[in-house]
């Protein structure tokens, strides 16, 4: 009897064990998998663009997408808590409707279309330093040179704009890391014509993925100021997606002439669109604040640099890529100058007016302001958002 009750104790000791470790290895596995998600976007992307679809068109679509995911909950569980609309709130949740559905996804498309997709997962690793830079300029980072972590997020700045420089400016050879002889004549076909519309665009390109980095940062700031007035996290993302829909969609009616554009057939179009609003403004949404949530937002930023590594490989393989030396060396110094300002950022205090509480006790609303294609946490209590507590996810809304 006795040796039963010990065999029966030892084997809950160790389902106890795995239990627990399988708990620790969740926020691995769900941004692991959301990397994966995120690269199979870049490629979906950019597959649809050469049947001939619209960047435009795929950025209204995939806020259709997400608005018809988002709504429904957002009118269900918020119901009771959302806050009346006033004109202020209403003009910039049209901003937000703007920076981030229309000008960032669009130059965030159109500089990959130009460069490849390898080379805009790779150079919009710089978010957090611009996030970082725009920060300073509204005074919601300081920066106190005799602390190290401090002086970090400055060095890690410096360095990825550094490296985004050197992936403008300097091209270098081609380097054929990934070679398969299944693709043949069709593959260094297709390959030479990328390279002269690489060549031709390139600089081009680039400076619209800084850009589209540019309308994220402000999203973020814009963000951080609206989450005060409008503190309704679902609603407040389905009002962005509903603008975004209605501004891209006069934006593309402008840009895009031919009524054409809309139509989208069983094919990848179809799947871009879907993929894009299922799984990056959906799925990823509700994954991020569950992650965000347990280990914060610096968490979900250090994984961004997996995702360019994903597709480097994908992009290789399935679309023939080039890859040059100057994308290279330019993402190297991309990815130190991040995990420089990560680190930085992971140092700094967390401030609050209020007197110290536990996080755990405080309601997820106060907790997790998780938005749309991207996540902003508040631990404040009602405190002003700070922007150490940001999460600068580089995939989210692109």
């Not at 390139?202 to 100021?225: D, E, K, N, P, R």
Request: hydrophobic share 45%.
């Amino acid at each position: 009897m006795g040796d039963n009750s010990i065999i029966a104790s030892s084997s809950h000791g160790h389902g106890g064990k795995i239990s627990e470790t399988l708990t620790k290895m969740k926020p691995y596995l769900a941004m692991v998998s959301l990397q994966f998600g995120y690269a199979g976007m870049y490629i979906i992307s950019m597959v649809s663009f050469k049947h001939g679809m619209s960047h435009f068109v795929l950025s209204v679509y995939r806020h259709v997408v997400a608005f018809v995911i988002i709504a429904p909950f957002a009118f269900v569980l918020e119901r009771k808590i959302r806050p009346k609309m006033t004109l202020p709130i209403f003009l910039r949740i049209m901003l937000l409707g703007f920076l981030e559905p229309v000008l960032d996804q669009n130059l965030y498309n159109l500089g990959m279309k130009y460069t490849s997709a390898t080379f805009a997962s790779a150079i919009v690793n710089i978010l957090p330093a611009i996030t970082f830079i725009m920060a300073l300029a509204f005074r919601l980072e300081t920066v106190n040179v005799k602390k190290w972590h401090s002086l970090a997020k400055v060095i890690g700045t410096v360095i990825t704009v550094s490296g985004a420089m050197v992936m403008t400016l300097y091209k270098g050879p081609i380097l054929d890391i990934i070679h398969s002889s299944s693709h043949g004549n069709s593959s260094s076909q297709q390959s030479s014509s990328t390279a002269e519309s690489t060549d031709h665009h390139w600089v081009t390109g680039t400076l619209m993925l800084v850009g589209s980095c540019g309308g994220w940062a402000s999203f973020f700031i814009v963000q951080s100021f609206t989450l005060k007035k409008y503190p309704a996290e679902l609603s407040l993302t389905a009002w962005i997606c509903l603008m975004g829909v209605l501004e891209g969609g006069v934006a593309t009616l402008v840009f895009e002439r031919d009524m054409h554009v809309w139509v989208l057939g069983w094919d990848s179009r179809l799947l871009a669109a879907v993929y894009s609003g299922v799984v990056c403004s959906g799925i990823a949404y509700y994954v991020q604040g569950m992650v965000i949530r347990e280990r914060g937002p610096v968490f979900v930023t250090s994984f961004s640099p997996l995702c360019m590594i994903i597709t480097f490989a994908l992009g290789a393989i399935v679309l023939a890529e080039q890859v040059h030396l100057g994308s290279i060396i330019g993402a190297i110094f991309i990815v130190m100058g991040l995990y420089t300002v990560v680190w930085g950022k992971s140092k700094d205090p967390i401030e609050s007016s209020a007197p110290s509480k536990n996080i755990d006790q405080l309601p997820v609303t106060d907790t997790i302001k998780p938005i749309s294609v991207v996540s902003v946490t508040s631990i404040n209590n009602g405190g002003p958002v700070e922007m150490s507590k940001i999460s600068t996810s580089s995939q989210l809304g692109s």
